[in-house]
């Protein structure tokens, strides 16, 4: 497939090997095929240790197997093949492991529900946040989930989503909490209370690291409080987090 469409003239095999310091560069996905190995991923969430294993290792299978492709395929266009000759691991990482990353780049996987799920209606400011405890900015960003053969006979991707935001947009002290008959002690920063599009936004990892913020400091005055973490009035969180160099809603518009 891959040949088919570099055949087409689809010539944009580096617009993600975006440059990094010491002559290295960071890979992504884009275009029609790439690094993402589309629908291999899909019973990782739920699968045994053992299992998510053989996913991992599937998964250094195809990217590996599609760089050396990309290398030494004599269908591939020339001038493709020269660029990655130039290009290999990083010599000086991962030394212990081939020069290969131990682990998955986990995006999403299992996540909670709360009293309060995050969607596309909040981040678009469609629908009202309550009780913001910080802010995410991030476009909603999702990779292609599935790909397919049309009724015409075309290969299809679908899923992929990039859309951008107006403005920055609130996140609920609710995404946080998990339900009180499941645990009283605990609150989530990362596999948080979100439908699958708003979490294309708020999974980014600054993103992460505002609601983390928000987190410990419910979890100290919950623990002072002595009180579980779905008791702790709101108001006690929103008086300490803006204390704390928290931004909990958008400044004022200036006239």
């Not at 560069?25 to 275009?31: E, F, L, M, S």
């Not at 899923?159 to 009180?180: C, S």
């Not at 605990?186 to 596999?191: E, I, K, Q, T």
Request: aromatic share 10%; charged share 20%; net charge neutral.
């Amino acid at each position: 497939m891959l040949v088919r469409i570099f055949a087409a003239g689809w010539r944009e095999t580096f617009r993600t090997f975006d440059p990094l310091p010491n002559r290295k560069t960071n890979v992504n996905n884009h275009g029609p095929m790439s690094t993402d190995h589309i629908v291999a991923n899909y019973e990782y969430p739920e699968a045994s240790y053992t299992r998510r294993e053989a996913i991992v290792r599937e998964h250094e299978r195809y990217q590996k197997s599609l760089f050396y492709f990309l290398t030494h395929d004599p269908r591939v266009p020339e001038e493709v093949r020269t660029e990655m000759q130039r290009r290999g691991p990083a010599r000086d990482e991962f030394t212990d492991n081939g020069h290969w990353s131990h682990q998955l780049y986990i995006r999403e996987a299992r996540r909670m529900r709360g009293p309060f799920v995050l969607t596309e209606h909040h981040l678009t400011g469609r629908a009202t946040t309550p009780l913001p405890v910080g802010m995410g900015s991030y476009s909603i960003d999702s990779h292609n989930v599935q790909r397919y053969v049309t009724s015409e006979g075309w290969v299809q991707n679908e899923g992929d989503l990039g859309v951008p935001l107006p403005a920055p947009y609130p996140i609920d002290h609710g995404v946080l909490l998990p339900p009180r008959d499941q645990a009283a002690n605990l609150l989530v920063p990362v596999c948080v209370s979100a439908s699958h599009v708003a979490y294309g936004s708020v999974r980014m990892e600054p993103v992460f690291m505002i609601p983390g913020q928000s987190a410990g400091t419910a979890a100290a005055l919950a623990v002072e409080a002595g009180c579980a973490v779905q008791d702790l009035p709101y108001e006690s969180l929103r008086r300490w987090s803006p204390a704390d160099g928290q931004v909990l809603e958008p400044a004022p518009a200036r006239r």
